[in-house]
């Protein structure tokens, strides 16, 4: 309310202002016109009155024409001063217009005197000059008079300008009062939010905090959606690489640690050997993780990939900067790497590594072993190797970079390499008694000496080692030149890759060198990863070495364990020949469990099917053997598979479990379930087969199945021959009526004529002469 007082209240008095200001105006021109009144008035009463009256009037107006204006440009210059102002304003306008006010009434005073010493001037002169003057007088007039109505006419102009700005400042000031009224309905809303209780307040602040929930809630399921469609094409398939990386970019750019972790964890189970992603999520780990985690993904890659050498030049430099203090440790981080991958052919930067940290820490003892070690490694650099030895040996004292006990052996023979190259310069000569000339030599060109032996000691106690390196890096190039893709991709590879892979890895074990063969075969792996005969291959030489070493057995199991749970999950090949290793082991759950998951993968595979059964039947598991059998036969997709799984169940149950009813069970239900003599004969054989086998042998029940056979509703004339023929036979070697193998043999004569008259009958009919022309 106090806002809107004083709107009014300014309102009013700018009202006032203006009012005040056109009073001033009207009453100038009341003035005026009065003053022109009594200049005609006067005009007859002489010529210097008239001049008089017209110059006081000229000046009167002058005077409060340059009065007005000036206080139409104070107060337009005022109307445009800041809101903030306008109280104050306001005041000083009111004050401004009561002093014009008394400078008005005091300037009316002066006019009546003027006017009165004009009369008193006028009735004194008389009309002496009136007609000198005449014309003089006419003209003053009328170019006050045009004059006049000039500053009439701006004095207008001014009073439209004023009205004009009178309504600009209105809208200004309106608008100005309302910004003043929302600010203060603002603060009485505040204040009423302050005098409203605490449970008022804090339920609306929980609606707020609602709402803002509700929009994080909004963000991260709009962002769990996104997610989902990026895991969705990789579930879709597996294989889709492509897919794996966008994957991988949107968790890289999201924060959501555990999301990212995930994605990282499913992508590398499949892909291990991509070590340019092991780096990427041990650095994601190094900046939204912890310490240990980053660690941890380290090792998994380190593990996983043992063979990169950028993968650990990368975990170098991390330790190096986690633990900067802690020489011994990153040493012994070195040393786990060249051990891992020093003799790869492309490991130099991994050794210069090394020896570059040892040199920060000036041990050089430490750097001279590392060199010894890498100039009889063949790497690709080595003789860039061998040049900085050399330029390291002569750039250091000889006893920083050795071991006191090596510095003093080298030493020891240098001196007497010295000492006998002296004796023979000194032989034939004849030296004074007194003479103390070789013993008083220059220490300084002896110790010069003495250095620059040992360095040529050193360099050349070595050469013999680079020169056999050198041998065997020549024997290796040609391999090494044609790997063009050293590094892991699911693009195949091209056959000319294929085949140098093959015979580099025959040119290694034909050395056999254990160490060179096993490092060479993890290089290829990383290569043809995906190729199934190399890991066959890899398999092959380890249990070619027929060795109880421990370390041998436990790297063909990890063979086998990376192949068949990681690059060929769904290969029968690989995992049967797992299983047969597993199973030689005495491992049968193992086994059965690959078997298991080959058969939920590859269904309807008559070799898993078998290896499966036969598992089971080895490690005598009679029950499950039948239940397999049982189970194959009732999901068998082909009448066939399901003939030849009856007939071996029921051999199983014959031979093995020494059940021939259960056995002639099993085949007379086949029988009936294919329901075609033709296609079960290879049933009803067997069946005939154990009924045969029976001690003491049953002739009666034999013959009787067979002529059960015989009068089968779907059995043709060709199947009967057969049955007929197999019941002579029976017969003729086991019957002791002659009538009854008489009677079967007219029994079979009567088929085979049968069959031969229908077989002439077909002739006839696919004869050309049977056709009428």
Same mark, same amino acid.
């Given at each position: 309310?106090?806002?809107d007082?004083?709107?009014?209240?300014?309102?009013?008095?700018?009202?006032?202002?203006?009012?005040?200001?056109?009073?001033?105006?009207? !009453?100038?021109?009341?003035?005026?016109k009065?003053l022109?009144?009594?200049m005609?008035?006067?005009?007859?009463n002489?010529?210097?009155?008239k001049?008089?009256?017209?110059?006081?009037?000229?000046?009167?107006?002058n005077?409060?024409?340059?009065?007005n204006?000036n206080e139409?440009e104070?107060?337009?210059?005022?109307m445009?001063?800041?809101n903030?102002?306008e109280?104050?304003r306001?005041?000083?306008?009111?004050?401004h217009?009561?002093?014009?006010?008394?400078?008005?009434n005091?300037?009316?005073?002066?006019?009546e005197l003027?006017l009165?010493?004009?009369i008193?001037?006028?009735?004194?002169a008389?009309?002496?000059?009136?007609?000198?003057n005449?014309?003089e007088?006419?003209a003053?007039?009328?170019?006050?008079k045009?004059?006049?109505?000039r500053d009439?006419?701006?004095?207008k102009?001014?009073?439209k300008?004023?009205?004009?700005?009178?309504?600009?400042?209105?809208?200004?000031?309106?608008?100005?009062?309302k910004?003043?009224?929302?600010k203060?309905?603002?603060?009485r809303?505040d204040?009423?939010?302050?005098?409203?209780?605490?449970?008022d307040?804090?339920?609306?602040d929980?609606?707020?905090?609602?709402?803002?929930?509700?929009?994080?809630?909004?963000?991260?399921?709009?962002?769990?959606?996104?997610l989902?469609?990026? #895991?969705?094409t990789?579930?879709?398939?597996p294989?889709?690489f492509i897919g794996?990386?966008?994957?991988?970019q949107?968790?890289?750019?999201?924060?959501?640690?555990e999301?990212a972790?995930?994605?990282?964890?499913?992508?590398?189970?499949?892909?291990?050997?991509?070590?340019?992603? #092991?780096?990427?999520?041990?650095?994601?780990?190094?900046?939204?993780?912890t310490?240990e985690?980053?660690e941890?993904?380290f090792?998994?890659?380190?593990?996983a990939?043992? %063979?990169?050498?950028?993968? #650990?030049?990368h975990?170098m430099?991390?330790?190096?900067?986690?633990?900067?203090?802690?020489e011994?440790?990153i040493?012994?981080?070195?040393?786990?790497?060249?051990?891992?991958c020093?003799?790869?052919?492309r !490991?130099d930067?991994?050794?210069?590594?090394?020896?570059?940290?040892?040199l920060?820490?000036?041990q050089?003892?430490?750097?001279?072993d590392?060199y010894?070690? &890498?100039?009889?490694t063949?790497?690709h650099?080595f %003789?860039?190797?061998?040049?900085?030895?050399k330029?390291?040996?002569?750039?250091?004292?000889k006893?920083? @970079?050795?071991?006191?006990?090596?510095?003093l052996e080298?030493?020891?023979?240098?001196?007497?390499?010295?000492k006998e190259?002296?004796?023979?310069?000194?032989?034939?000569?004849k030296?004074?008694?007194?003479?103390?000339?070789?013993?008083?030599?220059?220490?300084?060109?002896?110790?010069?000496?003495?250095?620059?032996?040992m360095?040529?000691?050193?360099?050349?106690s070595?050469?013999?080692?680079?020169?056999?390196?050198a041998?065997?890096?020549?024997?290796?190039?040609p391999y090494e030149?044609?790997?063009?893709?050293p590094?892991?991709h699911?693009k195949?590879?091209?056959?000319?890759?294929?085949?140098?892979?093959?015979?580099?890895?025959?040119?290694?074990?034909?050395?056999?060198?254990y160490?060179r063969?096993?490092?060479?075969?993890?290089?290829?792996?990383?290569?043809?990863?995906?190729?199934?005969?190399f890991w066959?291959?890899y398999?092959s030489?380890l249990?070619?070495?027929?060795?109880?070493d421990?370390?041998?057995?436990?790297?063909?199991e990890?063979?086998?364990?990376?192949?068949?749970t990681?690059?060929h999950?769904n290969?029968?090949?690989?995992? %049967?020949?797992?299983?047969?290793?597993l199973?030689?082991?005495?491992?049968?759950d193992k086994?059965?469990q @690959? &078997?298991?998951?080959l058969d939920?993968?590859?269904?309807?595979?008559?070799l898993i099917?078998?290896r499966r059964?036969?598992?089971e039947?080895?490690?005598?598991?009679?029950d499950?053997v039948?239940e397999?059998?049982?189970?194959?036969?009732?999901?068998?997709?082909?009448?066939?598979?399901?003939? %030849?799984?009856?007939?071996?169940?029921?051999r199983?149950v014959w031979?093995?479990?020494?059940?021939?009813?259960?056995?002639?069970e099993i085949l007379?239900?086949?029988?009936?379930?294919i329901?075609?003599?033709?296609?079960?004969?290879?049933?009803?054989?067997q069946?005939?087969?154990?009924?045969?086998?029976?001690?003491p042998?049953n002739i009666?029940a034999v013959?009787?199945?067979?002529?059960?056979i015989l009068?089968?509703?779907?059995?043709d004339?060709e199947?009967?021959?057969?049955f007929?023929?197999?019941?002579?036979?029976f017969?003729e070697?086991f019957?002791?009526?002659?009538l &009854?193998?008489?009677?079967?043999?007219?029994?079979?004569?009567?088929?085979?004529?049968t069959?031969?008259?229908?077989?002439?009958?077909t002739?006839?009919?696919?004869?050309?002469?049977?056709v009428k022309?």
């Amino acid at each position: 309310m106090s806002s809107d007082s004083e709107n009014t209240n300014h309102a009013r008095k700018s009202e006032t202002v203006y009012d005040e200001l056109e009073k001033l105006i009207s !009453s100038v021109d009341a003035d005026e016109k009065e003053l022109k009144m009594k200049m005609e008035k006067k005009k007859s009463n002489g010529k210097e009155n008239k001049i008089k009256e017209s110059n006081g009037l000229a000046d009167l107006k002058n005077e409060n024409e340059l009065k007005n204006k000036n206080e139409l440009e104070d107060k337009t210059v005022t109307m445009k001063n800041e809101n903030g102002n306008e109280e104050k304003r306001i005041n000083e306008d009111d004050n401004h217009l009561e002093s014009k006010d008394s400078q008005n009434n005091s300037e009316d005073g002066k006019e009546e005197l003027e006017l009165s010493e004009m009369i008193v001037c006028d009735e004194v002169a008389g009309d002496s000059d009136e007609d000198d003057n005449k014309i003089e007088i006419e003209a003053t007039i009328t170019n006050d008079k045009d004059k006049y109505e000039r500053d009439t006419k701006k004095i207008k102009k001014d009073s439209k300008e004023k009205e004009s700005n009178k309504k600009k400042y209105d809208k200004k000031s309106d608008s100005k009062s309302k910004d003043r009224s929302r600010k203060e309905d603002s603060k009485r809303v505040d204040k009423k939010r302050s005098r409203t209780p605490s449970k008022d307040r804090s339920s609306k602040d929980s609606s707020l905090k609602k709402r803002s929930k509700v929009s994080d809630k909004e963000k991260e399921s709009k962002k769990l959606r996104e997610l989902d469609k990026f #895991w969705q094409t990789v579930r879709d398939d597996p294989s889709d690489f492509i897919g794996w990386t966008y994957l991988l970019q949107y968790v890289d750019g999201a924060k959501n640690i555990e999301a990212a972790r995930e994605a990282y964890d499913a992508f590398l189970d499949l892909y291990p050997y991509c070590y340019g992603y #092991w780096r990427k999520y041990a650095d994601y780990e190094r900046k939204n993780g912890t310490k240990e985690n980053c660690e941890k993904v380290f090792d998994r890659g380190l593990k996983a990939i043992p %063979l990169s050498v950028d993968l #650990w030049i990368h975990y170098m430099g991390y330790m190096k900067s986690a633990y900067p203090d802690d020489e011994d440790m990153i040493r012994e981080q070195f040393e786990r790497a060249v051990e891992a991958c020093g003799i790869e052919f492309r !490991s130099d930067r991994l050794w210069d590594h090394y020896i570059k940290f040892e040199l920060e820490c000036k041990q050089y003892s430490r750097v001279t072993d590392i060199y010894e070690r &890498l100039i009889a490694t063949p790497t690709h650099g080595f %003789l860039n190797n061998f040049e900085c030895f050399k330029d390291y040996v002569k750039k250091y004292p000889k006893n920083k @970079i050795l071991e006191a006990v090596k510095f003093l052996e080298l030493r020891k023979e240098v001196l007497a390499e010295i000492k006998e190259a002296e004796a023979k310069k000194s032989h034939g000569r004849k030296i004074d008694s007194g003479s103390d000339s070789d013993d008083m030599a220059d220490p300084i060109e002896q110790r010069t000496k003495e250095e620059n032996l040992m360095k040529e000691r050193m360099i050349s106690s070595r050469m013999v080692i680079h020169k056999n390196t050198a041998e065997m890096v020549a024997l290796r190039l040609p391999y090494e030149e044609m790997i063009k893709r050293p590094y892991f991709h699911v693009k195949p590879l091209e056959r000319s890759q294929i085949r140098n892979w093959k015979e580099y890895l025959e040119f290694e074990i034909s050395h056999g060198n254990y160490k060179r063969i096993v490092v060479l075969f993890e290089r290829c792996l990383i290569a043809c990863a995906l190729y199934e005969e190399f890991w066959t291959k890899y398999v092959s030489y380890l249990e070619s070495l027929e060795s109880d070493d421990q370390e041998v057995k436990d790297r063909i199991e990890d063979i086998y364990i990376r192949a068949c749970t990681v690059h060929h999950k769904n290969k029968p090949g690989i995992n %049967l020949t797992w299983a047969l290793h597993l199973e030689n082991n005495g491992q049968y759950d193992k086994a059965a469990q @690959i &078997l298991d998951m080959l058969d939920s993968v590859s269904p309807d595979k008559k070799l898993i099917i078998q290896r499966r059964i036969n598992l089971e039947r080895r490690r005598n598991c009679n029950d499950r053997v039948c239940e397999l059998y049982e189970h194959y036969i009732s999901t068998a997709n082909s009448s066939l598979t399901s003939i %030849l799984l009856t007939v071996k169940y029921a051999r199983f149950v014959w031979k093995m479990l020494h059940n021939s009813i259960r056995a002639s069970e099993i085949l007379l239900a086949g029988v009936e379930k294919i329901n075609n003599v033709q296609k079960s004969s290879r049933l009803l054989l067997q069946l005939i087969e154990i009924k045969m086998s029976d001690n003491p042998i049953n002739i009666s029940a034999v013959v009787q199945l067979i002529d059960s056979i015989l009068v089968m509703k779907s059995i043709d004339v060709e199947q009967q021959v057969i049955f007929a023929q197999r019941k002579v036979e029976f017969l003729e070697e086991f019957g002791k009526d002659i009538l &009854l193998i008489n009677k079967a043999t007219a029994e079979l004569k009567r088929y085979m004529k049968t069959y031969n008259e229908s077989e002439k009958k077909t002739e006839l009919i696919d004869s050309p002469s049977s056709v009428k022309t």
